[in-house]
Structure formats: structure tokens, C-alpha cells
């Protein structure tokens, strides 16, 4: 159960810039430390970014709504905002999340002690964005027409589900939120545990084959077996070059998960053409990792063990830097740190593992999260669903101007919202599509359906805005161009 306690920053989007392109001034706010108690002044700088190459007077505000790590990593890959940002005349903001890059409330006591972190919430993050877009639209209206500039909220992934949540909680300080691969009804009682692992499964058995998906299934039982002796260990390690000799029961789990994490990452990134999003890779990553396993004849457990580390290079070493391979090697950023408090306190989202799937075996088991939360930090999480308390769960039918969209080929979208919830709040499908595929800028090889929900996304932010403007404001109409 370990696994599922530390898996979800690295499943969220630890994202890296490919190429820095966007410019912007680097700003600071300063932020109440506690929005709902009136006991303490104290405030922390709160870090954000401005764009405002294709603002002009009282056009809107794009927000951005960070996630869980430094927000110049989400900026320079949500090349969608700044694609559209010239037809609307749009200021672009990106605001960095509390605890995260350099907004940190304690500095570099931030995260040693849980009376530190214990400030850290989806909640005060959202009041954080609600302080910050009140002074945005403040400072940037000029129009004696317009007492504050329309603002609308972009962000994917945990930043996506921010965005749905901050429309849902504060609608009066958005006019609308576009919530790509927001997996949202992720927790307890909304989503049944096991959809994850299916949907990574199924991932690999439609763009790899039967094969591909059945060498890892296998693969599992084979490492545990092969791992129970000293020999065994050594001959794991040298066939799939680790930088440390696996050694104890704890380095078993460790590669086990290692594993785990790359078979998802690799659905995640599913992209058609070659990323540096997570690492370096190339164009359908998925492809060609079956690729190398399918043309791998093996005849005993060794050889499927070959045919695995054979295809994990596509993961590792697509540059063929590497030297070795460090299953444990991110595990100390403090990004991390962060999610996996979140994660034991109100992010708790149940996976688990059942015979149908390509994954071992594993049951949802609140008591070893709670305790190997309380291991970690100190604390125990509650076992009730803290963000459907706070924001309504599957109850959101006083919501609206919320675009839920999700890519199939992303595991996430197992929690995400398919289908339309009512006629303001709905759902874009995106079958060919990774993890928000639509937030990133336009390219050449892009589908067409990725294409088709972008479009989507602006006809919609159309309509807000042209409720929000008098009608001598207006925004211009508006088509999505693709980039050359």
C-alpha cells in the first residue's frame, strides 16, 4: 500500500519545460498565511508570473492555477493560453501554488515540522488565487465601463481540478474554468478503486497488443521470485542496469514501484510526437515500448525479464545518456514533498488493483495508508472525502461555465468528469488524447481531435466572456489557428 501513498506527485504533472519560449515578469504578492482564521497578520510572498505581450486595455485575464510544483514548469508547457491569448487580447497570468517553487510561508522551514504544513490545502490555495485575481482585476482596468476585468482559469491535471473547484467555490471571481484532466470524482465512493490500472491496461493492450501487456503481468511474480535470494537480487540489477544493487525487501518495493510508475507515465505521455514532458521521449512512447518487447522472442523467465529492461530504454535512455538507471533518484525534491503531505491529508484517492488488469495484485487498505502517512508526518488523514465536503463531489448542479475535458489514453481520466453534467457544466472527449494533451501548444502532428477540443474550449470561453462585456466591449469573434 506504500506504493499508492507515494505514487500520485508522480503521476500528476512533474512538468519540464522541452524549450524555453515564453517570456514573463516574475511577480510577488503578499499572502494572507491563513485566509479563514483572524488570529495571525502573517503573510509569505506568493509567487506569480505576467504576460502581457497581447493585452490591451480591458481585455480578460487567463489564470492559470499552479500545481504541485514551480510554476515557471507549467507555464512553459501550456502553450494553448498563449496560442489564444492574441485573438482575445488576453492578459496571461500563471500563479504559483503555496508550498511549491519559491512560495514557501516558513522558507526553508516550510516542510519540517507538520505545524509548518499544516497550511498547506487545496482550500488556502484556492483563497490564495481568489486575493490574487481580486488585485489583477483591479490593477489591469481602465475602462470606466469595466470596475474589473473578466478572468478565466486554465489548468490540468491537480492545477485542472483547481480550476473546476475555484469556478464551483468562488464562481464570482471567474466567469468560467477550462479543467483539462481534472480526475475530480477520484476518491472514495465515486470512483471505484480499480478503474486506474484498467485504463493504463487497456492503454497498452490497444496501441501494444496482448503480448506486451501480458509480459508485464507475468513479469511481476518473476521479479518476486527471482528477488528472494542474494543471487537473484544481483542478476535483476545487472539485467536492468541499476545504478544500486537492489539488496533488501524495501529495494524490491522500490523497483516494484519504479516500474509501476513508468508503465503510467508512459500512457500519460502518449503524445504523437517526441516530449521531454516527464523525460525524454519519442513520438507514441507506448508503441514503442510493445514495440521492443513484441520483437523479443524469449523463452523463460530471464528472457522476459530481458525483453522488459530491453524496453524500458525507451523510458530511461532514450538520449542514450544514461548510465545507469536510478529507480529512487527523484524522490528528495520538495515538490514531492508537498503532494505526498496533500496526499495523506485531503488528496486521498483510493487505487487499487484487481486480477484484470496488468498490475499485481492490491487492495485499497486505509489503515496502512493511515499508517504509513502517520510514518511520514506525524499525522493521520480522516476517512471521509474531504474534497467532495468542500466542493460537492458528483453534486454540482448549481455549477457553471466549467469545460471538463479528458484525453482516454490518460489514466486519470478514470476520475474525471466524461460525460456532460448539465448544459454549463460539460465534457470534452478527447479518445487519441494523454495527459491534457489540449493545454499544450499547437503542433504539427496533433489529431484531429485534440484539434476539435480546442476549438471547443474557445467557442466556450467566447460565450463567457460576451456575458461578461457590455456590449461596447465586446470581444472580437474568434477562430483557433494551428501553428505552422
Not at 92 to 112: C, K, Q
Amino acid at each position: 500500500m506504500k506504493i499508492i501513498v507515494f505514487l500520485c506527485f508522480q503521476l500528476f504533472s512533474v512538468i519540464l519545460a522541452e524549450n524555453v519560449k515564453y517570456s514573463f515578469e516574475t511577480k510577488y504578492i503578499d499572502m494572507p498565511l491563513d485566509h479563514f482564521s483572524f488570529t495571525s497578520n502573517k503573510t509569505f510572498k506568493l509567487k506569480y508570473l505576467v504576460n502581457d505581450t497581447f493585452h490591451v486595455d480591458n481585455g480578460p485575464i487567463f489564470f492559470y492555477t499552479g500545481n504541485e510544483g514551480s510554476i515557471e514548469m507549467f507555464a512553459q508547457n501550456t502553450g494553448f493560453m498563449f496560442d489564444i491569448a492574441p485573438q482575445f487580447n488576453a492578459l496571461l497570468v500563471f500563479a504559483e501554488h503555496r508550498y511549491y517553487g519559491s512560495s514557501l510561508p516558513f522558507g526553508n522551514l516550510s516542510y519540517t515540522s507538520p505545524k509548518y504544513l499544516g497550511y498547506l490545502s487545496s482550500t488556502q490555495a484556492l483563497a490564495d488565487y481568489v486575493y490574487l485575481i481580486n488585485d489583477l482585476q483591479h490593477n489591469y482596468a481602465s475602462n470606466r465601463h469595466l470596475k474589473k476585468l473578466p478572468v478565466v482559469a486554465f489548468g490540468g491535471s491537480y492545477g485542472g481540478m483547481l480550476s473546476a473547484w475555484l469556478r464551483i467555490k468562488y464562481p464570482g471571481s471567474i466567469v468560467g474554468a477550462i479543467a483539462s484532466s481534472a480526475p475530480i470524482w477520484q476518491f472514495k465512493d465515486l470512483t471505484p478503486c480499480e478503474n486506474f490500472y484498467r485504463v493504463v491496461t487497456n492503454v497498452f493492450e490497444a496501441l501494444g497488443g496482448k503480448k506486451c501487456s501480458e509480459t508485464i503481468r507475468n513479469s511481476w511474480s518473476i521479479i518476486r521470485a527471482l528477488a528472494a535470494n542474494d543471487a537473484g537480487k544481483t542478476q535483476i540489477s545487472k539485467l536492468w542496469n541499476l545504478c544500486t544493487a537492489i539488496k533488501t525487501s524495501d529495494d524490491i518495493d522500490k523497483i516494484v514501484n519504479w516500474l509501476l510508475n513508468i508503465y503510467i507515465n508512459l500512457a500519460m505521455v502518449n503524445y504523437p510526437y517526441p516530449t521531454s514532458f516527464l523525460v525524454p521521449l519519442p513520438a507514441n512512447p507506448v508503441r514503442e515500448f510493445c514495440g521492443k518487447i513484441n520483437s523479443f522472442e524469449y523463452k523463460d523467465n530471464i528472457g522476459l525479464l530481458k525483453a522488459i529492461g530491453e524496453a524500458l530504454t525507451v523510458y530511461t535512455n532514450y538520449t542514450k545518456t544514461a548510465k545507469c538507471n536510478d529507480i529512487g533518484g527523484s524522490m528528495g525534491a520538495i515538490g514531492i514533498q508537498g503532494w505526498y503531505f496533500q496526499a495523506c491529508t485531503e488528496m486521498i484517492m483510493p487505487l487499487c488493483s484487481n486480477d484484470l488488469d496488468m498490475f499485481e495484485h492490491a487492495e485499497w487498505d486505509f489503515k496502512k495508508y493511515s499508517d504509513d502517512c502517520f510514518k511520514q508526518f506525524g499525522i493521520r488523514p480522516r476517512d471521509e472525502n474531504v474534497p467532495i465536503l468542500e466542493y460537492g463531489g458528483k453534486e454540482l448542479g448549481s455549477a457553471s461555465n466549467i469545460v471538463f475535458s479528458n484525453g482516454l489514453l490518460d489514466p486519470w481520466s478514470s476520475g474525471g468528469v466524461l460525460s456532460n453534467v448539465s448544459k454549463k457544466l460539460v465534457a470534452v472527449i478527447i479518445p487519441d488524447g494523454a495527459h491534457h494533451f489540449d493545454l499544450r501548444a499547437a503542433n504539427d502532428l496533433d489529431t484531429e481531435s485534440v484539434k476539435l477540443a480546442r476549438l471547443f474550449h474557445v467557442q466556450e470561453i467566447k460565450k463567457w466572456l460576451d456575458k461578461y462585456y457590455p456590449n461596447n466591449l465586446s470581444v472580437p469573434t474568434v477562430t483557433l489557428k494551428q501553428k505552422n
